[in-house]
Every structure is written in C-alpha cells, then in structure tokens.
C-alpha cells in the first residue's frame, strides 16, 4: 500500500508542530524558571533570525490595518476629508485602479529586494564564507523593508476588495486610499535606503564590524570588569576538588550535534534536587556525539555536610538520589544540542567569523591582505578587552536562601555556598591562538600581515595583568618569527620581520613598556633619514 506525497507532508507538519509545543511545554515548566530571562532571550534572538518572522509580522499588521481604517470610514465624516488636502476624494473607478497599481508595484519591487538579497548572499557566502550569511539574514531593517512591501501588498488588497462603487450608503473608502498611498510612498523611500544599506553590507569592513560586535557582546557577557569578591570567598572557603573522590556518573548527550546552550541557573537547580555535583567538560559550541562522554555527575556522599546546609532548616536533610530518568530528560533540556552549529553566546564562534574573513582574504583566489590587517585589528580590540577583565570563573555555587523572621539585631548567620557545577571555560592563551595564531599560519609567506600580527602583540602587551599572558605574548611573537623566517622569500625581508621582532620582544620585557610608545623603524627607512639632511644642504 503506497502513500501519497501529501501525506508525508502532513506527518512532517505533524512532528514539526509536535517538536515546537515540546520545547514551548519545557520552556513554560517549573523546572527552567530560573533561566527564563536567558531562554527567552535565546527565543526572541532565534526569531529575529529567521528571515520570516518580521515580514510575516508586517503582513499581519497589514491585514488588521485594512478592516479597521475601512471601518473608520464608515463612520467618519466625508466632508471633513474633503478638506485635507492629501486625502484621496475620487471616485470607485480611480480607487481601484490606485490600489490596483499599488498592489502591483509594491509586489514586483519585494521580489526585486528578495533578488538583490539572494545576490549579496552569494556573493558573501563566496568572499566571507557561509558561517557570515546569518549577519546578512538576520539584519532586521532589511526584514522590516521586505516586510513593508509585502504587508502594504496585502492591505492593499484586502482594501481593494472593500472597495464597491454603487455603495451609495458607504462609498469609497478615501482614508483607506489615502493611508495606501503614504504607505506606497515611503516603500519607494524604503527601496532607495534598501538599495544603499545593501551596498555598504557588501564592504569588508561593515562586515569585520558587525562580527566585532557580536564578539564584543559575547565578551561582556561572559567578562566582566570587577573581580567577585564574594564568589572567591566562597572559592576559598570550599575545598573545589573534593567533589573528584566521590563516585563519578558519565553524562552523555541526548543526541549529536553542537552544544549551544549551558543554562547555568537549571543545572544548580538539578545538582541540589539530586545532591551532587556537575562537571562539564565540553564548552559552548563543541561538536559531540551520542556516545561521547561530555562531562561527570558526582554523587555527594550521604553523610556529607552540604546534605543539611540546602535548605533553611538545619534539621531537614534530603539524601542524594541516584540519576533516573526524569534527571537525563531535565539534563538535556539544561544543555540543548542542535544539529547544525548556530551563534549563541560564544565567544569562539565570534572571534571566527573575524578569522575566517582573515584567511578567505589571504587565499590565492582572493588575496586581499587589506582585509586580513582590518581583522587582526579587530581581533586586537576584543582580546585586548577579555586580557583586562575578569574571566568566567569555572566553579557555581548554590547559595541557599533563608527566612529569617527574627529582628535585625540579630547577627546574621554564617553564608553558606555549595558548590554545583564546574565548568572548564578556555583561556586567554587559547583564544589567541584560535585566532591571532590562526591567521599567522596563513600568512606566514605575507610580511605585511606578519608586521601587523607582531604590532597586534605590542597592542595587546599594553592590556596584560599577569606574567602568564606575557609568556603567551612572547610564543606568540617567537611563532610570528618562525613563520616569516621559514616562508618569506627575500633574506631582506625577513631580516626586516626579524628586527622587528626582536625590538617587540624588547619592549614587551621591559618593565615599564605599557607607559611607553612602540615604534619600529626599519633600517633602510632610518638611514634614509639621516641621509636627507646631508642632501638638502
């Protein structure tokens, strides 16, 4: 017995809807209120990058404009129009043809902006790399351009339908007409900023700074600028490895794919309701499999301390509980895995837009090392950032609360912090490499992207705090050496990156280089220098 094409498509709609309530009914639960704000924001960014949400809002704002400013007329007062001056006065026939032409045109220009737009992404997808399409896709004025046109489309219809010329009681609707005419207008304005928008999209520079911000926003949410005071008192007054003695659980994904999330807030949540505690080992945006073991649930022991201190009562003890099933089904929806690697808030992805611009622009096809310096300047920027703030602190706390109804003269009880979940955030060191060090293996036969990868590391001396962003400085800049000596072809030009090299990791060791100015010259500019005095006499 054959089935119908129709009926695969209505078994896919059918699972599609299923998989859409399942997440609405997990996002809705008990269980994840803590992470709401997060979740919805997640949401809310998931729709803006759908290229459908915001037309389809202006298409629905379009069909409720046109009964309600059609009803309006109804009961509005038809000289009173006549005495605007931009209101439509005529007659059925000329409304008709107004909206008729209004429909049309607006039509036809949504399917040129949808061509313009399927050309630039093309041609990004060529010269950027496909990971930057969603840059394009998601940029909402031009959502809200292709949305005006085809929301004034269907007003336009819906208000040409409205339209019946021996209504002798109702008449035509002018301030409908009047409104679709405005609307027409400003799409003509809407194609001309469309039109411009786009052109500036395609330049490599709008496109670095976009992906900079992205990568600037992910940084000051996971970096900030002071230093947790009391999260490292709950640090030092918790012994953190003690959790590695107890009896470990591997943790498996539900599924393959790319984790996108690690909703903090749930997995404290988990760890208290079974008593133990989390251990991720794979980061935000790591590809896994079903079978690999991406982290470790420890069991706290039952006659540990931490069993009393999670609730107010110091009486009340809950024994930890082994994982069930309803423990692997919250435990998937606290770290939700995706089939295809999509932007959240990670900061690797970001710097890799940057990066992978870098290295399209110094493949042979290409070659445009202009582009590769502007990304290794911004890559400069961001890290700079991150090397001078606080980083993410790999341990959470569950810091239970307690409802004290005594008077204030009381002394306040003891703080008492249980520690949750561990993660292994990466390091400075580890970002630089992933993008700085990522583009020097491409250049390394390219000594004006090597020059400009050696001044990114005398930038980012001037942001370090610690020896050991230091040393990270200087391996890069040795590797920066190395490249340009076993790669670049004239001996000149090496001597001219090995110099300045060697000056860089001068000022870098000095003391007090971060108050002071670098400035390289090479050697042949500086006898030029000396030598012009003598020629002007």
Sequence with gaps: MSTSPNDGFTKQLFVAAEQRLKQLSQLLSLQVLADLPDRLRNFWQALLGSYWFIPTACVILGILLAPLLVTIDQSFDREAVRDITFAFT????????????????????????????????????SQFGPRLLRNFLTDTPNQFVLGAFIGTFSYSLLVLKSIHEFDVAVGVPQLAVTFAIIMAIICALLLVYFIQRMVHAIQASHVIQNASNDAMNNINHWYSDHCGVQHQRDIEQNDVEQFRTW???????SQSGYLQQIYFESLVTLTQDYGGVIHMHSRLGHYVTDNSVIGYFYQRPSDHPSNKNRTGTPDLSTLPRSPDGIFWQRLADCIPIEKRSSPSNDIAYSLGQMTEIAVRALSPGINDPKTAINC???????????????????????????????????????????LAVVTNPPNISEFINTSIGEVRRYAAADLMVLKELCQAVVNLNYAKVNDTQQQTLLNELKLIKRAGEENLSYQELKDDLIAMCEEAKRFILDENSQHQHFNYVREFSTNTRQALPATTK
Excluded: W
């Design 376 to 418: 290794v300047q911004s890559l400069t920027s961001c890290l700079s950032v991150m090397m001078r703030s606080q980083s993410p602190s790999p341990y959470h706390f569950y810091t239970p609360t307690e409802n004290d109804d005594s008077d204030e003269s009381v002394v306040e009880r003891q703080r008492v912090a249980i």
């Design 247 to 253: 009896l470990a659980m591997p943790i498996y994904p």
């Design 90 to 125: 005529g007659n059925g026939d000329a409304a008709r043809a107004i909206m008729t032409s209004i429909a049309g045109a607006v039509l036809g220009v949504a399917g040129t902006t949808f061509s313009i737009t399927i050309a630039v992404l093309s041609m990004a997808s």
